[in-house]
């Protein structure tokens, strides 16, 4: 799956406060446009969701701008794909999922990249 990956380190810190802009997908930016292996489902209740919208939330943008530190979160980790907020239809079900079947259209506020 494509994905917009979030890779920042101190160089790339420096130079976009130095620039007075957000995160960037240019070489010198700590974004990238990555093709991502779509990951196995991480236990027999869990669903897959083909993603039809996406999109990027506060938190995200803290971090593009380097206004909130992402490593303060216990939940991040980094390469980090950005957005959360998603709707999508479930593809793939696992064995133990019992409230929505493929097909089913659902919101999403949290996504598992690993």
Partial sequence: MKAIVFEPSVPRFL????LGRYASLDPAGSLR???VPDPALP????VR???????ICGSDTGAL??????DLSGLVSFPSVMGHE????????GPGATRVKVGDRVKTITIVTK
């Fill in 15 to 18: 130079m976009t406060k130095a």
């Fill in 33 to 35: 446009l990555a093709d």
């Fill in 43 to 46: 236990g027999p209740d869990w």
């Fill in 49 to 55: 969701v083909k993603v039809i919208a996406a999109g």
């Fill in 65 to 70: 701008s380097y206004k909130a530190s992402p």
């Fill in 86 to 93: 998603m709707l999508g239809r479930v593809v793939e079900t």
